[in-house]
């Protein structure tokens, strides 16, 4: 199945998780997966979850910014790194950049 992800609405979510400013997604989702790419501009940002019954992958493509873990660990994150956070585990990602911090996320339930 071909996802073409430009010529989706991108849906603006105000605070997102708690986050601060507006996180903007274009998404598909289906019971078992759900497939994002997601913006944040800069000062944005999306608020610690924990992932309860499912886990994520996020690849940056463009930007930088911050991966806060649950844990109080921290990651640097720019454009060709790719975070996992794992079933049961949190984290938060914050764009303290310049410019908008653009990337794709699977998110996989574990049924």
């Known amino acids: 199945m071909k996802l073409q992800m430009e010529q989706m609405e ?3 979510l105000p ?3 708690g986050g601060k400013k507006e996180f ?6 289906d019971s078992r997966n759900k497939i994002m790419k997601g913006r944040l501009e800069p000062g944005a940002s999306i608020g610690m979850h924990t992932h309860e019954s499912n886990s994520e ?3 940056i493509l463009e930007g ?3 991966m806060y873990l649950a844990d109080g660990g ?3 994150l720019e454009a060709g790194d790719c975070h996992y956070c794992p079933m ?5 990602l914050c764009n ?8 794709f996320a699977v998110v996989p339930e574990h049924l």
Do not use: N, P, V
């Open 24 to 29: 903007y997604l274009r998404s598909f989702s």
């Open 10 to 12: 991108e849906q603006k």
């Open 96 to 103: 303290e950049g310049d410019r908008d911090l653009i990337f």
């Open 88 to 92: 049961g585990t949190g984290h938060s």
């Open 64 to 66: 930088m910014g911050t």
């Open 57 to 59: 992958i996020i690849y």
């Open 74 to 76: 921290r990651e640097m």
């Open 15 to 17: 605070g997102f998780k």
